[in-house]
């Protein structure tokens, strides 16, 4: 048997014979609950750990606050914990004029590029951080190309108690829009998103700070799983086709959960067909699913990754691909991949027909479902939900106090220093180059 998400059990079992008033942490492949609460994966079988919530004691309350509105399908025990960063409830609108154009006249778009920093990864930072308060976890490290890290740097600057250490590929420094602060400490990786990671774990590691897992830390999951219950809250009829851009994909897994949740609610009437997109110069997904593969193989990765859309360039999602494959095929969907010429031409059609400027991986999504209708493949009468995950951020600020690491760091014992501190009469220098090992440098 291949690789099977055990969500559809968990959660149609959560109230069977159970009087729980509280999520239960369950390993949604092998089903068996991890020994620590803080666990990203489990220790028998390296599946990814989640929430599952006793449906029967959902309500959902209103208010501005979505932390609060849903709070009952949240990874948090007591209301009391959560952070609130001020994201979500984001536009949802029907998309008349750009569905005209392209022949999708049931397309509905959710803009999170509404968020405060411009992406719907604030949602994981909210989400995040309140998890961490209730567990008392004070400092982690993450690896990120840019969103991930604003959005957790601005919360960390935000709400006080919390340090973080945020690696990323010293290319990706530009997409780092947080000012310099004593709570962040920033180390730019000579190397990829994928050299980044391996990095910010070994740090972790030796530091003994929490590793903050990414797409297998389930609150990362729960928080961008609202801005599809905010959708489907919204939308009249339900989606019969959901598209969004995937690096990890860790978004539309937490779609895929909402969505089974929402069904057996009753506040979802069928499941969607989950849609993953891909931009074409960094496709290892749409390959690998396009061979049949069940698994990322060596000729599906992409090295040194170039493209557009810069927030899903990440060539080896070899540990998230069986999860992204399974829901979109199990769901009727697919995973494809889309030109630039599309990603652009979709992009230049969403601003002129609707007043909306986005970010190229929303574009990369909204590509994908014209594609899609272009092909025959979309019926004309389907409702399609794109999430739009984030616009540029153009003018803010990049942080200038950063440690320059190089790919192998680090490689003996380390201390948790903290930001670098600006050397007398330095002058900000234009680029990372020269530095090496476990220098420091103002940038």
């Known amino acids: 048997m291949g690789f099977t998400l055990r969500y559809e059990e968990l959660i149609g079992g959560s109230t069977a014979g159970a009087e729980r008033t509280q999520f239960a942490l369950v390993c949604v492949v092998c089903g068996r609950s991890p020994g620590r609460l803080l666990a990203n994966r489990c220790g028998d079988c390296g599946g990814a750990i989640d929430a599952i919530h006793p449906l029967e004691n959902v309500s959902l309350a209103g208010g501005?606050?979505?932390l609060q509105r849903y709070f009952d399908l949240l990874p948090v025990r007591e209301r009391g914990n959560l952070l609130?960063?001020?994201?979500?409830?984001?536009?949802?609108?029907?998309?008349?004029?750009?569905?005209?154009?392209?022949g999708i006249p049931g397309l509905v778009l959710k803009d999170e590029s509404a968020n405060p920093t411009r992406s719907t990864k604030d949602r994981i930072a909210s989400v995040g951080l309140s998890r961490f308060a209730e567990l008392g976890v004070k400092r982690f490290v993450m690896a990120s190309t840019g969103n991930s890290s604003t959005a957790y740097a601005r919360g960390v600057q935000s709400v006080t108690g919390f340090e973080m250490a945020l690696f990323?590929?010293?290319r990706f420094r530009h997409r780092l829009n947080y000012p310099d602060h004593s709570a962040v400490t920033?180390?730019?990786?000579e190397g990829d998103f994928v050299a980044a990671g391996q990095a910010a774990r070994r740090f972790a590691e030796r530091t003994g700070a929490l590793s903050e897992g990414g797409f297998f830390n389930l609150a990362r999951r729960e928080g961008l799983k609202l801005a599809y219950l905010e959708a489907f809250d919204w939308m009249a009829d339900p989606p019969d086709y959901v598209f969004q851009a995937v690096s990890s994909g860790m978004g539309l897994l937490g779609a895929y959960k909402g969505a089974l949740e929402y069904l057996r609610l009753g506040r979802l009437a069928r499941m969607?067909?989950?849609?993953?997109?891909?931009?074409?110069?960094?496709?290892?997904?749409?390959?690998a699913y396009r061979e049949g593969a069940e698994v990322i193989a060596p000729r599906h990765v992409v090295h040194d990754p170039r493209g557009l859309a810069e927030a899903i360039l990440r060539g080896n999602p070899g540990q998230t691909y069986p999860y992204i494959r399974y829901l979109c095929r199990t769901s009727g969907g697919r995973i494809l991949s889309?030109?630039?010429?599309?990603?652009?031409?979709?992009?230049?059609?969403?601003?002129?027909t609707e007043g909306v400027a986005v970010c190229h991986a929303s574009a990369t999504a909204l590509a994908g479902a014209v594609r899609m209708r272009r092909e025959g493949d979309l019926?004309?009468?389907?409702?399609?939900?794109?999430?739009?995950?984030?616009?540029?951020?153009?003018g803010w600020p990049v942080p200038t106090r950063c440690h320059v690491v190089d790919a192998e760091f680090p490689t003996g014992s380390v201390e948790w220093s903290g930001p670098p501190a600006p050397p007398a009469g330095a002058a900000p220098a234009g680029g990372a180059g020269g530095q090496e090992g476990r220098d420091t440098c103002v940038l």
Do not use: K
């Open 379 to 394: 019926p004309e009468d389907a409702a399609v939900l794109v999430n739009l995950t984030g616009g540029d951020r153009t």
């Open 272 to 287: 969607p067909r989950f849609v993953a997109v891909q931009q074409a110069s960094c496709a290892p997904m749409a390959h």
């Open 338 to 352: 889309v030109g630039d010429d599309e990603i652009r031409g979709a992009r230049a059609l969403l601003a002129d």
């Open 64 to 66: 501005e606050n979505p």
């Open 168 to 170: 990323c590929g010293v």
């Open 186 to 189: 920033t180390y730019l990786v």
């Open 84 to 102: 609130w960063l001020g994201d979500g409830d984001t536009p949802c609108f029907r998309a008349e004029g750009f569905g005209r154009r392209t």
